[in-house]
């Protein structure tokens, strides 16, 4: 026995001392390539312009290359010319099947598909698309989700498929994990470049760039699930001699479809969030109308559209869900449901819809009654006007202050000084400075990945302009939390506050970040500071929810024990709550910081400066290597970023469990 234990202690030893020397030997690494760089630079405080690697003459060679053999080259005339024709017929089809279905026919078969989720989700679904057309968007609200319907089902045949196959083999997973991880951290902006520039303007870039924004969800959920079903029930299915094929089709799928049915929900809502962006390149909809009222300063047109899909995201989010969990009453309850009734209702459900389309074939019911209602397009311009009126006017007034003096105030007094310091500081020494954080926080690998992708960075010529992003993100972050974690302390602590406050944070988080702009900019003008407000509002909801989250799944019998030992409400929740809370609080921190970033890149549209405003100018003025070297960096920035912040949760996560 004392042999065992001496030999299990001595490999142990042996795994530590490994695990040691192999991270001494990447910080090592990252060490020495730091100091030849900084030595081969001269320990120049700028980058050395020299070392630009010149990415940007190359895509843009290639681009011209592209353009001139679009119209004869085999491969565009044999391969993305009837790809591109197949998309935009699909995108077509779906739109004039909704418009000849008519607006009664479209209401009553979604509130069919609503059904398993109760009487209450059904009538909620007829309200929200009656609302549609209260607005006076109903054929832009068709447009939207003919395009979002065709995308979300093309990642679903990609995805699903994909997901099976991860989920049974190690080697797929592996393969597809790092295409997946770019996918979901390259910003959507950067998919508008190579997708304009292969299908062209119009729907099928817009198709394109949706998928791509969609299909990862669907896949990692999809592979999860089928990783995820028991051992023993697959064990059981062999053993009875069940084929591949039929373990598949039998026993995994069905135990999977929970997860699998996650994965579209997630899919449904990434496709509905990008709905804006894919009008940047000729998508059609509630997009474009979003993105017309950003042209134009109209805040009542674009929070029209984006009530709109709002109201879309969370009726898909609803019945997905009621789908989702109706497939995982039948996963834990198998053999239950039974099929002749089910069946019945199907026969039901297919029958009143088939009345209705032919009653409303037989008798035209015409355009939406009541169109534009409810707009709030006039009352919301109205506000904005008198806002504008009486805050900017008085800007130069100490006391009463006003939008023009407060961004006035933060550009000159934090954002300039802040990006002054980044940017005036040593790239080496910067450098150094998150290699040694992450060396401290994450491990030796990721203190080289940060230092290689910082330098990357710099070669792609972009240092400066990511130290100015880097500088509203820094800024954006820190008022978002400020603002974010004493809300979501409140609504930790009071059930009446979390209820008020919940359909206002799926609202935030289901409107499109361009229509937090248009308010901004008719206050603030165009620049940072509308970029920076739109982003911090744009980052709230997920630190609040898991701050909430964080203090309200802590045990009731430590609260309890507090309780008991005569602590206060204030003591209560800085001695107890708070320190327990702090990983979930920390993961919120990370989310929101990398939901800053996303948002400040977006304001590159109002004039913000930085790596957003690059991939805007290689999006309009068709300088795509301009915009693939900002979309990169904007890529290696987020990683860094993120690797570090979900290494202090991680850390905080191991001090409160012991």
């Known amino acids: 026995m004392a042999a ?69 080259h085999p491969l565009f005339v044999y391969g993305f010319g009837p790809l591109t024709d197949l998309m935009a017929a699909a995108v077509s089809a779906a739109e004039g099947l909704l418009a000849w279905l008519g607006w009664v026919a479209v209401v009553v078969g979604v509130v069919l598909l ?61 393969a597809l994990r790092g295409v997946l991880d770019a996918m979901q951290t390259l910003p959507a902006y950067v998919y508008l470049l190579p997708t304009v520039l292969l299908f062209s303007i119009g729907d099928p870039a817009a198709l394109i760039a949706t998928v791509v924004y969609a299909l990862p969800p669907a896949v990692r959920l999809t592979s999860f699930g089928i990783r995820s079903v028991p051992a023993v029930a697959v064990e059981v299915g062999t053993a009875f001699g069940a084929t591949s094929r039929q373990l598949l089709r039998k026993v995994q799928l069905p135990l999977a479809a929970p997860s699998i049915m996650a994965g579209v929900n997630q899919t449904i809502m990434m496709a509905l969030s990008i709905a804006v962006i894919a009008a940047l390149v000729g998508g059609g909809g509630l997009g474009r109308e979003v993105l017309r009222g950003l042209q134009s300063i109209d805040v009542g047109k674009a929070l029209d559209a984006g009530i709109a899909i709002v109201v879309l995201a969370i009726l898909a989010d609803r019945i997905s869900g009621a789908w989702g969990r109706r497939a995982g009453r039948r996963a834990r309850r198998p053999g239950t449901a039974r099929f002749s009734s089910g069946r019945a209702r199907f026969a039901l ?28 397009q006039e009352p919301a311009n109205a506000v904005v006007a008198w806002l504008r009126q009486n805050l900017f006017a008085y800007a130069d007034i100490a006391v009463v202050g006003g939008t023009g003096a407060f961004s006035d105030f933060l550009t000159l007094y934090v954002l300039n000084p802040l990006r002054a310091v980044l940017v005036g500081l040593p790239w080496w020494l910067l450098t150094a400075g998150v290699a040694v954080l992450a060396l401290r926080t994450v491990g030796a690998k990721t203190a080289l990945l940060s230092v290689v992708a910082l330098v990357v960075i710099g070669v792609l010529g972009m240092w400066d302009l990511s130290m100015d992003t880097l500088s509203q993100v820094l800024l954006a972050a820190a008022i978002a939390v400020v603002v974010a974690v004493p809300i979501g302390i409140l609504a930790a602590r009071s059930d009446a506050f979390d209820a008020a406050l919940r359909p206002v944070l799926d609202a ?85 910081i990398l939901m800053v970033l996303a948002g400040v890149i977006i304001a590159g549209l109002v004039g913000s400066t930085g790596l957003g405003l690059e991939v805007v100018f290689g999006l309009t003025r068709t300088e795509i290597g301009r915009g693939v070297e900002a979309g990169v960096s904007i890529v290696l920035l987020g990683v860094v970023l993120d690797r570090i912040t979900q290494a202090y949760g991680r850390l905080e996560n191991r001090i409160v469990t012991g």
């Open 114 to 174: 609503a059904a398993p989720g109760g009487v209450r989700l059904a009538t909620t679904t007829a309200a929200g698309l009656m609302l549609l057309g209260l607005l006076g968007l109903w054929t832009e609200s068709m447009e939207t989700l003919a395009l979002m319907g065709v995308a979300v089902l093309v990642s679903l045949a990609l995805g699903v498929p994909l997901g099976i196959l991860a989920g049974r083999s190690d080697r797929v997973e592996g």
């Open 4 to 72: 065992v234990e001496s030999a299990g202690q001595l490999r142990g030893d042996v795994t530590a001392r490994s695990r040691l020397l192999s991270t001494s030997g990447w910080a090592l690494l990252a060490i020495v390539l730091l100091v030849v760089l900084a030595a081969a630079a001269g320990f120049r405080a700028d980058f050395p312009g020299e070392w630009n690697l010149g990415i940007a003459e190359r895509v843009d060679a290639l681009a011209r290359w592209v353009i001139s053999a679009r119209a004869s």
């Open 349 to 376: 459900g297919v029958g009143s819809f088939a009345a209705v389309v032919a009653a409303g074939y037989a008798l035209p019911l015409g355009e939406f009654p009541l169109d534009g209602l409810l707009s709030v």
């Open 508 to 592: 935030a988080q289901t409107m499109p970040a361009f229509v937090y702009l248009i308010p901004v900019i008719a206050l603030f003008n165009v620049g940072r500071v509308p970029g920076l407000i739109a982003a911090v509002v744009y980052a709230l909801p997920p630190a609040i929810r898991l701050t909430d989250l964080g203090i309200r799944q802590l045990p009731a019998e430590t609260i309890e024990a507090a309780r008991s030992a005569g602590a206060t409400s204030r003591q209560l929740l800085t001695k107890v709550q708070l320190p327990l809370a702090k990983p979930s609080i920390m993961l919120g921190v990370n989310q929101t």
